[in-house]
């Protein structure tokens, strides 16, 4: 049985597996639309979330499944106490393979541990959150056609964003990959993550300035100031409005650049880029659905005949 805690859980070449199989789901939504009949997704969040745990109902839902789960830790017998270890071996009876949402850095591995079904990290903490970096890299190889060979841009809060960690782990494995960090100081990318690309090898720059780069970039991620996680309201008021990427900022960059955003957008987007075609944002929210598809059919171990769309489960 598997799990997916991390981007670094399936190789190169399952990734590309995957991604295929996310564009087949793409082009032939109908032939897949009875392969999980009878099966059931739990999404187990303890931490609000819309637009991940909907992007896993209407995976599921999509595939002829059903969903049961709680939307936050106040609805489940955490409020009671009960262990996320305890929590998972009950979900176990209920549903045949559960994503789950945490405040806390490493819980869904713990949940994995004690789990007779498999286990999807859906966030956990600033720590990692594999799916978001599995609809990233599906988008970005959709719509440039490679994982290689190019500069990327990450802008905003690269020390609390677990979107942006996640997606550096992800992106280095490929080859030629240039990445340039833009964020105020407060909020570098950390240590660890610096520390990873140095040992590798892999050629990063620090700036503050958003301006001077968006020429030389092939992708820009920008990301919100993550308030929930900061110590103090001054702070995060004093940085939440640090970068607003507007019409005069897009007219720096070259005309193949894609703006991409994991959302909720606060004010680091300005409305007026949306209709610009390099924003893609909204794109990456529907590849998102298609990819959770293509990982519960792979983590269930179901795959879809060619021909007839009979399903064929090689459990
Ligand atoms: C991200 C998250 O939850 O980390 N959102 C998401 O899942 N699409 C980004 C964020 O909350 O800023």
Excluded: W
């Excluded at 045949?96 to 956990?124: L, Q």
């Excluded at 905003?156 to 550096?168: A, N, P, Y």
């Excluded at 950390?190 to 301006?211: A, G, H």
């Excluded at 005949?305 to 064929?312: P, Q």
């Amino acid at each position: 049985m598997r799990h997916l805690m991390s981007p670094l859980d399936f190789s190169v070449e399952e990734l590309d597996q995957l991604f295929d199989l996310a564009n087949d789901i793409e082009a032939n939504m109908e032939k897949y639309s009875r392969a999980c009949h009878g099966k059931k997704l739990a999404t187990c969040f303890y931490e609000p979330s819309t637009r991940t745990r909907l992007s896993f109902e209407s995976a599921m839902l999509g595939l002829g499944g059903s969903v049961i789960g709680f939307s936050e830790a106040s609805s489940s017998s955490a409020s009671k106490g009960e262990s996320v270890s305890d929590t998972i071996r009950v979900i176990s009876c209920f549903a045949d393979i559960c994503a789950m949402r945490h405040p806390k850095e490493g819980a869904p591995k713990v949940a994995a541990e004690r789990s007779s079904i498999p286990v999807i990290n859906a966030g956990d903490g600033g720590h990692q959150h594999p799916t978001q970096t599995l609809t990233d890299l599906l988008t970005i190889r959709s719509l440039k056609g490679r994982l290689h060979h190019f500069t990327i841009g990450l802008c905003g809060d690269l020390k609390f964003g677990r979107t942006v960690h996640s997606l550096i782990n992800a992106l280095a494995r490929y080859e030629g990959i240039k990445f340039i960090f833009i964020s105020p100081r407060e909020l570098m990318v950390p240590d660890y993550v610096t520390d990873m690309l140095k040992e590798r090898n892999i050629p990063y720059e620090e700036v503050i300035r958003l301006e001077s780069i968006m020429p030389q970039l092939d992708l820009l991620y920008m990301t919100r100031v993550q308030r929930e996680r900061f110590f103090n309201e001054e702070d995060y008021v004093r940085l939440k409005d640090f970068y607003i990427l507007d019409k005069a900022k897009m007219k720096l960059a070259g005309p193949d650049m894609l703006v991409l955003h994991p959302l909720p957008r606060v004010n680091e987007i300005s409305v007026e880029v949306d209709d610009d075609p390099r924003a893609v944002y909204f794109k990456q929210v529907q590849y998102g659905v298609y990819v959770r598809m293509a990982l519960i059919l792979t983590l269930l171990n179901i795959r879809v005949d060619e021909r007839e769309g009979e399903k064929i489960c090689l459990t």
